[in-house]
């Protein structure tokens, strides 16, 4: 599944740059985070709560920074195990453009399932895939001073 997004955010890139590799804002931005851990600098370990449909599960997992270029972007590359509930497992690339004093962020992420969350069918996952990374970058959009609504630019594919 392919999930695409642009955010324009109300900051300069060296800003939105510090805030997405600053673990203690990422666990607040994140949808159902209960820890966020910065193993190594180019690793973060993580557990989330998250509600699929009728499945419930703590996932927990790492995400790993790839292609650095600071300040220009990264691509995360993530897993994460739900127990009985199944496995998730992606790639997402993230770049930052300045235009004038904000940046615009964009991402593409490829993302796959596997076990009883699999089995809800692909359009409620990329539903809630797409709805849980509006949340986290209206979040991440506001912690650095863009208001949640302005902050989707588009969400598509």
Same mark, same amino acid.
Request: aromatic letters at 6%.
């Given at each position: 599944? @392919?999930?695409?997004?642009?955010?324009?955010?109300?900051?300069?890139?060296?800003? *939105?740059?510090?805030?997405?590799? @600053?673990?203690?804002?990422?666990?607040?931005?994140?949808?159902?985070? #209960?820890?966020?851990?910065?193993?190594?600098?180019?690793?973060?370990?993580?557990?989330?709560?998250? #509600?699929?449909?009728? *499945?419930?599960?703590?996932?927990?997992?790492?995400?790993?920074?790839?292609?650095?270029?600071?300040?220009?972007?990264?691509?995360? *590359?993530?897993?994460?195990?739900?127990?009985?509930?199944?496995?998730? #497992?992606?790639?997402?690339?993230?770049?930052?453009?300045? @235009?004038?004093?904000?940046?615009?962020?964009?991402?593409?992420?490829?993302?796959?399932?596997?076990?009883?969350?699999?089995?809800?069918?692909?359009?409620?996952?990329?539903?809630?895939?797409?709805?849980?990374?509006?949340?986290?970058?209206?979040?991440?959009?506001?912690?650095?001073?863009?208001?949640?609504?302005?902050?989707?630019?588009?969400?598509?594919?």
């Amino acid at each position: 599944m @392919d999930i695409t997004g642009e955010y324009r955010i109300a900051a300069p890139r060296a800003s *939105v740059w510090a805030a997405l590799n @600053d673990p203690e804002v990422l666990a607040r931005c994140i949808p159902g985070c #209960k820890e966020l851990t910065q193993v190594s600098p180019e690793e973060m370990a993580a557990k989330v709560a998250l #509600k699929v449909g009728p *499945v419930s599960a703590t996932f927990a997992g790492t995400v790993r920074f790839e292609e650095i270029r600071a300040p220009e972007g990264y691509t995360l *590359v993530g897993q994460g195990n739900g127990g009985m509930a199944g496995f998730a #497992k992606g790639r997402a690339t993230v770049t930052l453009r300045e @235009d004038g004093a904000e940046t615009v962020l964009t991402y593409e992420a490829k993302a796959e399932t596997g076990g009883k969350i699999a089995s809800l069918g692909g359009r409620l996952i990329q539903a809630t895939s797409r709805k849980l990374a509006d949340q986290f970058f209206g979040s991440f959009a506001a912690e650095l001073g863009t208001p949640a609504p302005e902050a989707a630019v588009a969400a598509a594919s």
